[in-house]
């Protein structure tokens, strides 16, 4: 790994750790008010989530797996699981989406997050406890190599995790590998919407999920140099900052299958 690519990881780990550790912030003290980076768990958060999940599927989690969320997308609502599947999620976060997932391929199936944050993955099996979800399963962590057998999934999930890796094709060759034939990925991410790529390219808009967005093209070409097949890329929402000025990015969706 180069300095560089070092320095973006610990520049996510810490965005995402302090994000969860806020959560449990404030959960024990309810009148805390966090500062920082993260700015986690205000309002906003819940009613960006309500955007991206159906209230039914909101309703059914614990608050904290929700204000912890800081996806771009639902990746669930276009997977199309099904009962005895077996489930991997990229960067799980406070493990929103593998709750829903794990639901849905219950009681065969099975879910596993990987996230490399530990303040996550404690949140995440904190969560997990008050579901009292049994097939689904916490792991430690980086997606540039997922600790996994070959062969040894049915389908890869992950929510605006992609982007913030330094080293894609390796994300990408991991997935392949861990995927069964006839395997699929659903992501939700971000993109450049032109070559000139995203305006922001500091590190915190690394953890921000924007400067690590790709073009469309460098995005599909690192998928079908790891093998996938039948790639689909459907365009979501442009990204603005908060004064409303675009950031050349926008969230999407990706399918691909390992023929």
């Known amino acids: 790994m180069t300095l560089e690519n070092d320095s973006i990881k610990k520049t996510v780990k810490n965005r995402y750790g302090e994000r969860a550790r806020n959560v449990i912030e404030l959960t024990i003290n309810p009148e805390a008010n ?29 608050t904290e797996a929700v204000a912890a969320s800081a996806g771009c997308g639902n990746p669930i609502a276009l997977a199309g699981l099904i009962r005895g599947e077996r489930v991997l999620d990229l960067g799980s976060g406070g493990g929103i989406d593998c709750f829903l997932a794990a639901r849905q391929v219950a009681p065969e199936g099975h879910v596993i997050g990987l996230d490399m944050t530990e303040d996550m993955l404690n949140l995440a099996r904190q969560n997990q406890a008050k579901l009292g979800i049994t097939n689904l399963q916490f792991v430690s962590g980086e997606i540039e190599q997922i600790p996994l057998p070959d062969n040894s999934v049915d389908v890869v999930i992950s929510n605006c995790v992609v982007c913030l890796s330094p080293d894609k094709d390796a994300v990408f060759q991991e997935t392949y590998r861990v995927l069964s034939q006839g395997g699929r990925i659903h992501l939700s991410d971000m993109m450049a919407l032109s070559e000139k790529g995203p305006t922001k390219t500091d590190s915190d808009s690394w953890a921000s999920c924007i400067a690590g967005a790709e073009p469309k093209e460098t995005y599909l070409n690192r998928l079908m140099r790891a093998g996938f097949e039948r790639i689909e890329v459907s365009q979501e929402k442009e990204k603005h900052d908060d004064q409303g000025v675009p950031l050349n990015v926008a969230s999407v969706k990706v399918v691909a299958i390992k023929v």
């Open 34 to 62: 966090p500062t920082g980076s993260s700015n986690c768990c205000s309002p906003s958060d819940m009613d960006r989530a309500l955007q991206l999940y159906s209230e039914s599927e909101i309703n059914q989690l614990p």
